[in-house]
């Protein structure tokens, strides 16, 4: 198993229904990100975790709920979504890379994403 | 205004063609840039970052103006595999893992 993996690949759900979306990366990261892509709009980050410790909620609404048990493991949990949280729900995972002197980028490695429809 | 713009395309060219993107974003004190590509459904996949002095990768150059708070990136001779959105992505000043993205620019390569 390599990069990042995601599971479901794809989800059908109720209003009234929990569920969860797990991804796991091998690469070794130290950072995990959820993002939600709707259509014809930008990748919106949800949240972030750095060394297991969330360091970012982008004011994502609390039916969506994130659990980040170790650096490798990364779940969102769902519960009573409307039909509007019908997107593709990506994670990626990052690690520093220092590319040029004073600068530091962080490229991201996306898994498949889980294509989720609320009903 | 969005933090990150894109002409959204669909830029419809032949085989062979150059083609150039542009993009623009809001925060002046952006650190780092970067082209990302998404297949149809598909995941992002990084392209290339851009650097200050700009950059090339076999057919792709990426350039960067500060001053104009300006991304671009050209396409030579291009492929039909080449066919994709191509997402402007840019690091903010604070929190060192936070990306903002672009909502992208089509582009089919057609025969």
């Known amino acids: 198993e390599t990069g990042v993996t995601q599971t479901p690949r794809h989800l059908v759900m109720g209003m009234t229904n929990k569920k969860s979306l797990k991804c796991e990366q091998h690469l070794g990261h130290n950072a995990m990100y959820w993002y939600k892509q709707s259509a014809k709009k930008p990748l919106e980050l949800m949240f972030v975790?750095?060394?297991?410790?969330?360091?970012e909620n982008n004011s994502v609404p609390s039916r969506f709920s994130p659990e980040c048990p170790n650096s490798s493991h990364l779940f969102l949990h769902l519960h009573t979504l409307q039909p509007e949280d019908s997107a593709l729900y990506l994670c990626a995972s990052s690690q520093p890379i220092k590319l040029e002197q004073g600068a530091n980028s962080y490229e991201q490695y996306f898994g498949p994403g889980t294509r989720l429809t609320v009903t | 205004r969005k933090e990150v713009e894109q002409d959204p395309g669909p830029f419809n060219v032949p085989e062979g063609a150059t083609v150039a993107f542009n993009c623009t974003y809001s925060n002046s004190a952006s650190q780092s840039f970067f082209w990302y590509r998404q297949d149809c459904r598909k995941e992002p996949k990084l392209l290339m970052s851009v650097y200050s002095s700009g950059n090339e990768d076999g057919r792709f150059t990426a350039q960067l103006n500060r001053a104009s708070q300006y991304i671009s990136l050209l396409i030579r001779d291009s492929k039909l595999s080449d066919s994709a959105t191509y997402l402007c992505v840019v690091k903010g000043s604070g929190g060192y893992n936070k990306l903002i993205f672009g909502a992208g620019t089509r582009l089919a390569v057609h025969p």
């Open positions: 975790y750095n060394f297991k410790e969330q360091t």
